[in-house]
Antibody, heavy 120, light 107 residues
Framework: EVQLVESGGGLVKPGRSLRLSCTAS????????MSWFRQAPGKGLEWVGF??????????EYAASVKGRFSISRDDSKSIAYLQMNSLKIEDTAVYYC???????????WGQGTLVTVSS | DIQMTQSPSSVSASVGDRVTITCRAS??????LAWYQHKSGKVPKLLIY???SLQSGVPSRFSGGGSGTHFTLTISSLQPEDFATYYC?????????FGQGTKVEIK
């Protein structure tokens, strides 16, 4: 079955770090760009960041709100994408989704999401 | 950053109604536009990519149109399972940005 499964969410204090994992199955993970999105309570969808496939350099892009604090990486041998979140802020509280992206820049496959709560 | 503006913010409609949602970009984005459906407590679902291409498995009552700065999502005959919030998203340039969402409610 083609799917993405996020893990690593939880409750964390402001200023601390957390790493989310996105484990893919059912497709050739290395062929795809991957993204992370989030939805804060009562808010709309927000794009967090993007990592290209190795064929396109494996480079990353980030939203201004997380640039310098969050980083995305990938381990194609394990079919896992990571979101390393440092210096977490209360406003980072959200459900975080990883996605497999189409070449047209649309998120065609979504994981079930993982909740990150930043609170003292 | 490219700003995406959806209208209306909410729409009240009945089963069988035709519903059209508009999305405007603050600058031209060619056809780099996607539409998503998001139901409360569920995972977002891609409906349309490249402005007018139907994602596999999505019912044909959904259609997308437009290019440049003006885009539409049309539901030709609203079904009970279509009551949800709909978002447009541009992928012309980073950062990718979303419209604020349009909530489709039961009349």
């Amino acid at each position: 079955e083609v799917q993405l499964v996020e893990s690593g969410g939880g409750l964390v204090k402001p200023g601390r770090s957390l790493r989310l994992s996105c484990t893919a199955s059912g497709f050739t993970f290395g062929d795809y760009a991957m993204s992370w999105f989030r939805q804060a309570p009562g808010k709309g969808l927000e794009w967090v960041g993007f990592i290209r496939s190795k064929a396109y350099g494996g480079t990353t892009e980030y939203a201004a709100s997380v640039k310098g604090r969050f980083s995305i990486s990938r381990d194609d041998s394990k079919s896992i994408a990571y979101l390393q979140m440092n210096s977490l802020k209360i406003e980072d509280t959200a459900v975080y989704y990883c996605t497999r992206d189409r070449r047209e820049g649309a998120a065609g496959l979504w994981g079930q999401g993982t909740l990150v709560t930043v609170s003292s | 950053d490219i700003q995406m503006t959806q209208s209306p913010s909410s729409v009240s409609a009945s089963v069988g109604d035709r519903v059209t949602i508009t999305c405007r970009a603050s600058q031209g984005i060619s056809s780099w536009l996607a539409w998503y459906q998001h139901k409360s407590g569920k995972v977002p679902k891609l409906l349309i990519y490249a402005a007018s291409s139907l994602q596999s498995g999505v019912p044909s009552r959904f259609s997308g149109g437009g290019s440049g700065t003006h885009f539409t999502l049309t539901i030709s005959s609203l079904q009970p399972e279509d009551f949800a919030t709909y978002y447009c998203q541009q992928a012309n340039s980073f950062p990718w940005t979303f419209g604020q969402g349009t909530k489709v409610e039961i009349k």
